[in-house]
């Protein structure tokens, strides 16, 4: 059985046929679904697809891109919508020079905004971070030392060393369908040193389908094509990189701990 840790149910591609997207999962072996949203106008849907579909989790937060539309977004409204009990991570949030859609001053102040109330409410952060290394490592490293807050780096692309910081510092790592990608080999090189109890696997469907998928939108049910995948580059089984990722996923995300 395996959860995807990060897919995005009603965005386009997904929630015109959101249904049936759902019941090819669970035929695939998808036993749970991480909703996650991106600006503050979604978070009343996602949840209330969390609340339709048993399997279903849903998140709160404010992607990098979105975070001039979001800069007086304070700590209140993330706090009052982490009370639902179907919400259980904060994010998607993070840093994003490469598009740099948002100020990055605007940028950092919200990250540490969600930083504050993963903190506050002992939920996960789930943090974006492109061409942004450095400040995201710092960012999370001043931030921890004003006290520890669980967290994730999602749909991980970023070098080793960035890696090695990251989990030094207690981060979990989820790896999406990009490790499928033939240019994607530091990516494979570095899926292989992640630890089995810090690992997890997405989609960040519907974007990102994994090889044999490729062109196509990607759907929750391909996290077993990326398990399959970084189970063989791991020298594991399929059954054990299944079992540890699902175990992962709820040490985390304790709130939707069975």
């Known amino acids: 059985m395996l959860i995807d840790s990060h897919c995005h149910l009603n965005y386009e591609g997904l929630v015109e046929d959101q249904p049936a997207v759902l019941a090819r999962a669970r035929e695939a072996g998808v036993k749970a679904f991480l909703n996650i949203s991106t600006r503050q106008r979604e ?16 998140s709160i937060g404010i992607h990098p891109h979105e975070a001039d539309q979001h800069a007086d977004l304070g700590e209140a409204a993330l706090l009052e919508a982490a009370n639902h009990p179907r919400v259980i991570g904060i994010g998607e949030t993070g840093l994003d020079y490469y ?17 504050a109330v993963a903190r506050k409410t002992g939920l996960p952060i789930i943090i974006h971070t492109r ?11 001043d931030e921890m030392e004003k006290g520890a807050f669980p967290a994730l780096i999602h749909c991980f692309t970023a070098s080793a060393d960035f890696g090695r910081k990251v989990l030094e510092l207690g981060l979990t790592i989820s790896i999406s369908g990009i490790v499928t990608f033939k240019n994607a080999r530091d990516l494979q090189e570095f899926a292989k040193e992640i630890p089995a109890d810090r690992l997890l696997v997405e989609t960040d469907s519907p974007f990102l389908a994994p090889v044999p998928h490729r062109g ?8 077993r094509d990326t398990a ?27 709130k939707a701990a069975p």
């Open 43 to 58: 978070w009343e849907a996602i949840v209330a697809t969390a609340e339709r579909e048993p399997d279903v989790w849903a």
């Open 99 to 115: 598009y740099d859609k948002s100020d990055r001053a605007v940028q950092q102040a919200l990250f540490r905004t969600h930083i």
């Open 131 to 141: 061409d942004a290394d450095t400040d995201t490592s710092d960012i999370l490293a």
């Open 216 to 223: 196509k939108a990607c759907e929750p049910a391909y996290v």
């Open 228 to 254: 399959k995948f970084v189970a063989q580059l791991r020298g594991e089984s399929f059954e054990t990189l299944a079992a540890n990722t699902t175990r992962n996923f709820y040490s985390l995300f304790s």
